[in-house]
């Protein structure tokens, strides 16, 4: 007799994904899993097909191939189930308007079969995590965009979900509307609430994800977590400096160790495997011309370098 240990457990499996508009391939054929307490991103452009894999997951469309399963739900032949232990704050809003944002909430939890007492205690605890307890008994008509999607998690939430879905839920709104839903996306998971949620925004799949699929023309082009996607991308090492006066790009790709130049506002970034070689030529360079450097600063690769680099090709 020997201990075994505990499999990790996967909340959402998917395998072969696939969804077809007319010619247009928007989800090729993709698979994938996600952990049990995970928050995992989906980071693609405009198009990738980030919308309609969610919507695959969520039971609002059928896949034309493939599979996939919520905490052992099968989406498809188990959508009921599926649904009831899942919660979502989909691309385009859906509040009542004519009701209230309490009343939003209470309906909803009622939707789920959440008891009187509890759903108004969640409803108005939900609604003071994300700023909207004064505003409780207003309409949702008279809301901004920011207070209506804070709203919209909320309402994903009430019925405590076991595996949360979002779909670039802070995009277009203001500093504060998104600082509110990131805080609420880690508290409820910090609690054990799984997250799948998409963006296009490099800094938030950061910020957030324990691990990102970037997505591009409905296929997966890479999965890891932040920190590893940055590291696994050799020789996008770099160095940005700014000299006093306009330096032409092509006199910097002179430099020892330099493999490319881009220009960033008024910083030049040059890319390198060597940066303390590139340190010194643009020292070198600098007193050469008689030029003085304002800012320096020694890069490794952003997630964006690495979007790029996986998306674009280049
Ligand atoms: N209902 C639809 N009818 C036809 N084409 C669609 C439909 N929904 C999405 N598409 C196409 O599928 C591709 C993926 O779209 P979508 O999943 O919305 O991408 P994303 O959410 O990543 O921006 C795009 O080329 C889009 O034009
Ligand atoms: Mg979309």
């Not at 188990?78 to 009542?96: C, F, H, I, K, W």
């Amino acid at each position: 007799m020997g201990f075994r240990t505990m499999p990790l457990e996967s909340a959402l499996e998917v395998s072969n994904l696939t969804k077809r508009y007319g010619d247009i391939l928007a989800v090729d054929h993709i698979g994938f899993e996600v952990e049990k307490g995970e928050i995992f991103g989906f980071l693609g452009p405009n198009g990738a097909g980030k919308t309609t894999t969610i919507r695959m997951l969520t039971g609002v469309i059928k896949p034309d191939d493939g599979r996939a399963s919520i905490l052992g739900h099968d989406v498809l032949k188990d959508g009921l189930r599926s649904r009831q232990v899942t919660g979502v704050v989909p691309e385009m809003a859906n509040a009542y308007i004519d009701l209230s944002a309490f009343g939003n909430l209470t309906l909803m939890g009622e939707l789920y079969g959440v008891p009187k007492k509890q759903r108004e205690k969640s409803a108005s605890k939900l609604l003071k995590g994300v700023r909207l307890y004064d505003r409780r008994n207003s309409l949702v008509r008279e809301f901004s965009r920011g207070m209506k999607q804070r709203l919209l998690l909320c309402m994903a939430l009430i019925s405590e979900p076991q595996i949360l879905f979002l779909d670039e839920p802070t995009a277009g709104l203001d500093v504060e509307s998104q600082r509110l839903i990131k805080d609420m996306i880690r508290e409820f998971n910090r609690n054990g609430t799984t997250v799948f949620l998409t963006t296009h925004n490099m800094e938030e799949a950061n910020q957030l994800c324990d691990r990102i699929a970037i997505i591009n023309r409905g296929r997966i082009a890479a999965i890891d977590t932040p920190e590893k996607l940055r590291m696994q991308s050799s020789g996008l090492n770099s160095v940005e400096v700014s000299f006093e006066k306009a330096v032409r790009a092509e006199e910097l790709m002179k430099i020892e160790g330099v493999r490319e130049v881009k220009r960033t506002g008024d910083k030049m970034r040059l890319y390198t495997d060597q940066p303390s070689i590139v340190l010194e030529g643009i020292v070198d360079f600098a007193r050469r011309r008689g030029l003085k450097v304002v800012t320096v600063n020694t890069l490794g690769p952003t997630l964006e370098d690495v979007f790029l680099k996986l998306v674009r090709g280049s």
